[in-house]
Structure formats: C-alpha cells, structure tokens
T-cell receptor, first 113, second 113 residues
Framework: DTEVTQTPKHLVMGMTNKKSLKCEQH?????MYWYKQKAKKPPELMFV???????INESVPSRFSPECPNSSLLNLHLHALQPEDSALYLC????????????FGPGTRLTVL | GESVGLHLPTLSVQEGDNSIINCAYS??????FIWYKQESGKGPQFIID?????DKRQGQRVTVLLNKTVKHLSLQIAATQPGDSAVYFC????????????FGTGTLLAVQP
C-alpha cells in the first residue's frame, strides 16, 4: 500500500470557524509533511514531523496548528483563517527524514470565505 | 514560449513525440532530486528520482539527466501519450536530516493528439 489519504477532499469555511484536515498513511513511514499549494504554483513546505515530533515549522502563522497523534496520522487544525489561506493543502510521507522520496496525498481544497 | 506571473511555462508536443522538460536548481549542495507529475485536481505523483552521485537514471519511458556543473536537471519522456498531459515539477533536497524539498516552478506538458 503506497497510498496517503486525506479528508475531506473539499472544505469551505468562514473566517471564524474551526476545522481540521486529516491525513493518514499505512506504509510505516516515520516522517510526515504538510504543504500548501496555491493555483499554478509549486507546493510550499509548512511543517515536518519526524517520529511524531515537530521538526520543522516554516514560520507558519499560528492559525495553523499541526498535530501528529500517532505514526500513521497527521492533522492540521485551522482557526480564524483568512481568505488568502484558500489553497490546496497537501500531506506527504516518507520512510524517515533522511533524503527519502516523499509520497503525496490527493490534497484538501480549502476555501475560506 | 515562457511567461511569468500566473502562467506556467508550457511545452506542447504531438502524441508519439519525445518530450524534454528542463529544470534549473538553486543549491549546489543539493544531493537528491525528484520529478513529480501533477494532474489537475490531484496531488503530486512520484515519477523518478536521482542522487547527486549519478548523472543519468532511466525508468519506464522516462529518463532523468543531472548536470551538476550547471545545476540543471531534465526529464525526458519517450513516445509521449495524452495521459502524460500534466504539470511536471522538479524538486531538490538540500540534504541533511530534514528532507526538505524545494520545488521548481513547474512546466505544463500539453500533448496534442
């Protein structure tokens, strides 16, 4: 199984809402990532988790809060987002955080009204 | 031709022709490179990778060439098919213990039947 799954596929939220994005992998990978991708742009790294600990935060605003409950799950909690946060949010995983291939999920298309 | 801003560089080829997509990377210390294919509405899909101790690697219908002297990467697709139509991203890994990928701007490959 080389699949990374993400839910929901689409999400529309208001600026005062609280929502969460979920990501799951069952490949036994110990590194998981969140990326943000705007239209016609490349993915940009947000967070890296290694062995369930946050190892990289790319200066992401605190309205985005990641969580790694266990080695298979990665969440991104959203609160008080802005319309400019509308984007495709991609999750990826890799065996560990040495130079390994990252495998991406299908993404969650987020729209903030 | 190439354009900036909201428009991706586009390569238009005839079905059955060979395609060559180019990428310039930024960090001479990068030691791992990946090509991803991203179809509309989907996450990036791994195509092929290459480490800095190699200058060529072949897969099924794809070949990656690495020229470290000029920091250039290319992806060759043989006998291009309509299903190859997508945005192609190169990504470089700065190495170390973080597995941080930096993506190129992307190229839209349009295959004409």
């Amino acid at each position: 199984d080389t699949e990374v799954t993400q839910t929901p596929k689409h999400l529309v939220m208001g600026m005062t809402n609280k929502k969460s994005l979920k990501c799951e992998q069952h490949m036994g990978h110990r590194a998981m990532y969140w990326y943000k991708q705007k239209a016609k742009k490349p993915p940009e790294l947000m967070f890296v988790y290694s062995y369930e600990k946050l190892s990289i935060n790319e200066s992401v605003p605190s309205r985005f809060s990641p969580e790694c409950p266990n080695s298979s799950l990665l969440n991104l909690h959203l609160h008080a987002l802005q319309p400019e946060d509308s984007a495709l949010y991609l999750c990826a995983s890799s065996p560990d955080t040495s130079t390994d291939t990252q495998y991406f999920g299908p993404g969650t298309r987020l729209t903030v009204l | 031709g190439e354009s900036v801003g909201l428009h991706l560089p586009t390569l238009s080829v005839q079905e059955g022709d060979n395609s060559i997509i180019n990428c310039a990377y930024s960090n001479s210390a990068s030691d791992y490179f990946i090509w991803y294919k991203q179809e509309s509405g989907k996450g990036p899909q791994f195509i092929i990778d290459i480490r800095s101790n190699m200058d060529k690697r072949q897969g099924q219908r794809v070949t990656v060439l690495l020229n470290k002297t000029v920091k250039h990467l290319s992806l060759q697709i043989a006998a291009t098919q309509p299903g190859d139509s997508a945005v192609y991203f190169c990504a470089e890994n700065y190495g170390g213990a973080t597995n941080k990928l930096i993506f190129g701007t992307g190229t839209l490959l349009a295959v004409q039947p």
